[in-house]
C-alpha cells in the first residue's frame, strides 16, 4: 500500500476521503469519533504544507440535494478540533470547488459538500471521478470505514490522481492485518449479534483462520437449535439451521473450536429488568427465552480468552441494550481489557454495535484497537478485498 508519508505533499492540492458519516442530532454533531480519527492526516498534512480538501459522504440521499444530508454542520466541530478554520464549500464539484481551491494557501483547509448528492459517486462514474481528480494534484484515503464501497470518492479518483493510505487508514490495515492475517496465536474470534444470516460468510472464514470461535447472542440459539437443543421461545433462524450445522462441521475440519454457551440467562418476557433466571442449554422451557449468556459460560470465555493471544471481536453476547441482558457481553469485554493491559493480549474490535457495547463496558480505551468500521470491518472479517484499500496498492 502507498503510504502518504512518501507522497510529495508540500504546495500541493491534496483531496483527503474522510468518513465524516457521523451521528447528528438536531442538526449538529452528536460524536465526534470519526472527526477526530481524521485529525492525524490533516494535521500531517498543514504541516507538511499541502492545501487540504476534505471531502466525504453523509447519509444515503441517493444522488439527489437533500439539505437533511448536507454535511455544513461539521465544519464548525472540526474547525474547533483543528484550531484553525475549515471553509465549507457546497458542491463537491464544479465551479464552487474549484474558486475555492484556488484561493486556498499551504496549511489551510476546505471541507466539500455530501458526494453522494451525485448519483456518479456511487454509480463509480468515471466522468465524476475525473471531475473531483480536477480539483487537486493528489489523493489521500483516509476512510477505512467507506473503504468497502467502490465509489467515486473512494476507488474511482484513486486511479487518476497519485493515491496514498492516510494515517487512520493505514492504523485500521496495520491493526486488523495483525489481528487476523499475521496474528500471534492462539487467536480467539468472539462474533455475537442477533442473526446468523448477516454473518455467514464472516463465520466461514472465521473457522479457517482462528483457532477458538466464541458464538454469542441470538445467533447462537440457532446454532444451539443445530446442535439438537431446545431453545424454547427464544430468537432463532428456523431456516439457517442447515447453514449451522455445515459451519459447525467446518469448524471441526479445521481444527477450530466452536465454542457455545452451556448456560444462559432466560426470561418469559423481552423487557428491562424482567423476571429471569439461569437455565442450562438442556433446560430451556418452551415459554423461555434465552436473552443473555449465563455465568458459567462467562467463566468458559474469560478461560478461553486467558489462553489467547490474540482477540477479534465483533457483536454483543445477549440483549446488551436491555439491561441486566448486557452483564455476559459487559463481563467479557471487561476481562479482555484487563488481559490487554496486563497479559500482552492484542484485542481488536469493531463492526456494528460492538463499538456502543464496548463503550457501554466502559472499555474501548483498553482495547489494542477498536475500528471506527461498521460493514468495511465485517467485510474485511469475510476475507474480502476493500476496493478502496485495494486501489491504494502499486
Ligand atoms: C459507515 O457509516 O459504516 C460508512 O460511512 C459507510 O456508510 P454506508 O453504509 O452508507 O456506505
Given amino acids: 500500500i502507498r503510504r502518504i508519508e512518501d507522497a510529495d505533499i508540500a504546495g500541493k492540492r491534496v483531496l483527503v476521503r474522510v468518513d465524516f458519516n457521523v451521528p447528528m442530532q438536531g442538526g449538529s454533531v452528536s460524536d465526534d469519533t470519526r472527526l477526530r480519527a481524521a485529525l492525524p492526516t490533516i494535521a500531517f ?8 480538501i476534505l471531502m466525504a459522504h453523509f447519509g444515503r440521499p441517493k444522488g439527489q440535494r437533500d439539505p437533511k444530508m448536507s454535511l455544513a ?13 475549515v471553509k465549507f464549500v457546497s458542491d463537491c464539484v464544479g465551479e464552487d470547488p474549484k474558486g475555492a481551491i484556488s ?3 499551504a496549511g489551510d483547509v476546505l471541507l466539500l459538500e455530501n458526494t453522494r448528492f451525485h448519483a456518479g459517486e456511487e454509480s463509480n462514474d ?19 470505514s467507506a473503504a468497502h464501497r467502490a465509489h467515486a470518492s473512494t476507488e474511482g479518483v484513486a486511479r487518476l490522481l497519485p493515491a496514498y493510505a492516510g494515517l487512520a487508514l493505514q492504523r485500521e490495515i496495520d491493526h486488523v492485518t495483525a489481528a487476523l492475517d499475521n496474528p500471534n496465536r492462539p487467536v480467539l474470534a468472539v462474533v455475537g449479534g442477533a442473526k446468523v444470516s448477516t454473518k455467514i460468510e464472516l463465520l466461514k472464514n472465521l473457522v479457517k483462520k482462528v483457532d477458538r470461535l466464541f458464538v454469542g447472542g441470538a445467533m447462537a440459539n440457532t446454532f444451539l437449535a443445530a446442535r439438537g437443543h431446545d431453545v424454547g421461545a427464544s430468537l432463532y433462524e428456523v431456516d439457517l439451521i ?25 426470561a418469559k418476557e423481552f423487557k428491562p429488568h424482567a423476571e429471569r433466571r439461569v437455565a442450562s442449554v438442556e433446560d ?9 449468556c449465563g455465568p458459567e459460560t462467562v467463566d468458559q470465555l474469560a478461560d478461553a480468552i486467558a489462553a489467547s493471544r490474540t482477540l477479534v471481536w465483533n457483536g454483543p453476547l445477549g440483549a446488551f441494550e436491555t439491561p441486566p441482558f448486557d452483564t455476559a457481553t459487559v463481563e467479557a469485554a471487561r476481562y479482555a481489557a484487563s488481559r490487554c ?15 456502543a457495547a464496548l463503550n457501554q463496558a466502559g472499555v474501548s480505551g483498553d482495547f489494542t484497537f477498536v475500528s471506527t468500521a461498521g460493514g468495511a470491518f465485517l467485510e474485511w472479517l469475510e476475507g474480502k478485498a476493500l476496493p478502496g484499500v485495494e486501489a491504494l496498492r502499486d
Fill in 341 to 355: 493491559k496486563d497479559h500482552g493480549l492484542t484485542a481488536v474490535a469493531g463492526g456494528g454495535d460492538t463499538v
Fill in 45 to 52: 498534512l498543514r504541516e507538511g504544507g499541502a492545501k487540504v
Fill in 284 to 292: 430451556v422451557a418452551k415459554t423461555e427465552m434465552i436473552l443473555d
Fill in 242 to 266: 442447515d447453514t449451522a450445522k455445515a459451519i459447525d462441521e467446518a469448524a471441526g475440519q479445521a481444527q477450530c473450536a466452536l465454542l457455545l454457551p452451556t448456560d444462559v440467562v432466560v
Fill in 103 to 105: 484561493l486556498m494557501k
Fill in 73 to 85: 454542520p461539521v465544519a464548525t466541530p472540526l474547525a474547533d478540533l483543528i484550531g484553525h478554520p
Fill in 126 to 144: 468515471p466522468a465524476f471521478s475525473a471531475q473531483l481528480a480536477d480539483l487537486a494534484d493528489v489523493y489521500v484515503n483516509d476512510a477505512f
